[in-house]
């Protein structure tokens, strides 16, 4: 008790209604409004696991039914509004047959309750379950601290809780401040981005690595902006962090080199347009068009689905090829050969004939087939044509070429030679 004094003489007033309150838990109808939330809490457990097991019983077999994705979310609302209808029957009742006095706890449950529900609804436009928990929490405290009218007391105490940054006194209650005005300004700065997020990709007028860059920079501005105003809404002297920024800023700069740089690098492609979101690019054995373009890494995603992360900075120092950078035509070339028997200039009419009008290849600059080399079993020929279309992938269509030129060649009678060897055994 003699640990406890100090707190006593502070909060005299909640402290006389605590023990109002612990006098008042050993009365009859204190325990009849408990066993009236236990019953509403079993009430509310049965139910909910009653519709659980009949959702599953009507989707018995159909694992790709709309219902089933939304099943939890369901469940989750369910139980605290029946557990609600329960509690705020038993206390409608209660306040018809006693003193509205006797019925303080059933009333005090019923709006913890209602606010419980209230501030899920609104927070359900939350996408991030994380987050969705905890906001949904922190609000739920702040609703129960007000509905107990414990506030006042919890301010006190909180503010009571302070250090002394320099000249400013920085107290819990301070912190808990900004970091709620900061959530709430970082919320709005990321509406107003997907906003302009929007509008900028239904731009005409602006190239794609323009839009990435409008859009990465705004959002840099937009978040700075937020930190400074929550700061500054607390009463907080930025002055009185020069030294500690400047010491964690150095820390930071050696702990997160790669970060910075590869943030730098990101920026540098976007203002000089090398790659943008569209291009094809070929690295090392990574080939695939850009699906996005971030501060950070670069997303590229392959013919076989896969989505590779590649930090910004391997595509500054390292050689990319992009196939679409001018252009989105490219020059594809397949070689291919025919015996010394054959013709090679039916080979090439034959082929150029066969071969332009595929879906694919463009008639200007018209496919052409070259006589290469006399190899030394074969006549060496290469194709070589135009797409426009590098996305749609390449390997495919060097694979329907050569189908393209096996058909043709069989369908004329030209041999496709094969390296042969002649051995003489010699007996001595």
Known sequence: MEILAPYIDMFPDQVEQLRAFFARATATWVVYQGLAIVFAVICSFTFTRAVSRRIEAFLDGDDGHWLRTYKRGIVERIAPLIFLVVVWLFWTTFRQITWTSNTLLLGSVTKLATAWILINILASVIRNRFVFRIVSI????????????????VTVYLDTMAILVG???????????????????????????????????????????????????VRIVFFFI??????????????????????????IGFGLQKSVSNFVSGISLLMDKSIKPGDVISLGDTFGWINQLNTRY???????????????EQLISQEVVNWSYSDQNVRI??????????????????????????????????????????GESSLDFIFRFWIRDPAEGVANIKSDVLFAIWDILKQNNIEIPFPQRVVHLRHE
């Open 226 to 251: 937020a930190v400074m105003i929550a700061l500054r809404a607390v009463g907080l002297d930025l002055t009185t962090f020069a030294v500690f920024s400047g010491a964690i800023g150095v820390g």
């Open 138 to 153: 922190s609000l739920w405290i702040i609703a129960a601290l007000s509905i107990l009218r414990l506030m006042p007391a």
């Open 333 to 374: 070339e397949v070689p291919f050969g025919v015996s010394y028997d054959a013709d090679p200039h039916q080979v090439k009419s034959l082929i150029e004939a066969g071969l332009v009008k595929h879906r694919r290849i463009l008639a200007k600059p018209a496919p052409i087939v070259h006589f290469s080399a006399m």
């Open 298 to 312: 670069t997303s590229v995603v392959t013919r076989d689905g896969r989505e590779h992360l590649i930090p910004n």
């Open 167 to 217: 000249d400013t006194r920085l107290s819990a209650l301070r912190l808990i401040k900004a970091v709620i005005l900061l959530g709430l300004l970082l919320w709005a700065v990321g509406f107003a981005a997907h906003l302009l997020d929007t509008a900028l990709r239904r731009s005409t007028e602006l190239s794609p690595s323009m839009k990435v860059l409008i859009g990465k920079l």
